[in-house]
T-cell receptor
Framework: DQQVKQNSPSLSVQEGRISILNCDYT??????FLWYKKYPAEGPTFLIS?????DKNEDGRFTVFLNKSAKHLSLHIVPSQPGDSAVYFC??????????FGKGTSLLVTP | DTGVSQDPRHKITKRGQNVTFRCDPI?????LYWYRQTLGQGPEFLTY????????KSRLLSDRFSAERPKGSFSTLEIQRTEQGDSAMYLC??????????????FGSGTRLTVV
């Protein structure tokens, strides 16, 4: 059973615009959420995280929003750059143990 | 410290052979995790260690799989009698856990296993 879902397999955005990647989860016990970026033949690279006591966390161009009542989180990248083109994975866990990943969203930022 | 290191990067083996992968975590991290990723999927949790103790194993970890972390530092993942379905990217991650939470959940570059 897929406890973390990324319903958009791909997204294309123009350079300079905002990229919004979405993620839904089903397990209300999840309290720690992360976003990873992945290039082919490499491991996932950590981008940003948020705990359930917050509803927003910012780091430079990256902001993660958490809506606990809707069991939804989103990653905003602004402004988007061509180097942001990669597969983005959402992950969730209980207390930071095993991560449950979505299937990923492939982001393409075009010049 | 250069992050989480995994060796080898690629392994091709014949069905039925045993393979062993190694992971060296970030030195100050006390937790070490193994994941498996197949094409079109996100990484799937296999097992994790807190120091040298293996505290959780996924149902994905069949009897043919065994993981160790003998001195609480590096870890090995062994697959016995490999099957074609074991072909995947095997990822190792480490993190630091403490009273304030979990920090620095970092992945290695993975070992790509191909069973022929």
């Amino acid at each position: 059973d897929q406890q973390v879902k990324q319903n958009s397999p791909s997204l294309s955005v123009q350079e300079g615009r905002i990229s919004i990647l979405n993620c839904d989860y089903t397990n209300s016990m999840f309290d720690y959420f992360l976003w990873y970026k992945k290039y082919p033949a490499e491991g996932p690279t950590f981008l940003i995280s948020i705990s359930s006591i917050k509803d927003k966390n910012e780091d430079g161009r990256f902001t993660v929003f958490l809506n606990k009542s809707a069991k939804h989180l989103s990653l905003h990248i602004v402004p988007s750059q061509p180097g942001d083109s990669a597969v983005y994975f959402c992950a969730a866990s209980k207390s930071g143990y095993a991560l449950n990943f979505g299937k990923g969203t492939s982001l393409l930022v075009t010049p | 410290d250069t992050g989480v290191s995994q060796d080898p990067r690629h392994k091709i083996t014949k069905r039925g052979q045993n393979v062993t992968f190694r992971c060296d975590p970030i030195s100050e991290h006390n937790r070490l995790y193994w994941y498996r990723q197949t094409l079109g999927q996100g990484p799937e949790f296999l097992t994790y260690f807190q120091n040298e103790a293996q505290l959780e194993k996924s149902r994905l970890l069949s009897d043919r799989f065994s993981a160790e972390r003998p001195k609480g530092s590096f870890s090995t993942l062994e697959i016995q009698r490999t099957e074609q379905g074991d072909s995947a990217m095997y990822l190792c991650a480490s993190s630091l856990s403490g009273p304030q939470g979990v920090y620095g959940y970092t992945f290695g570059s993975g070992t790509r296993l191909t069973v022929v």
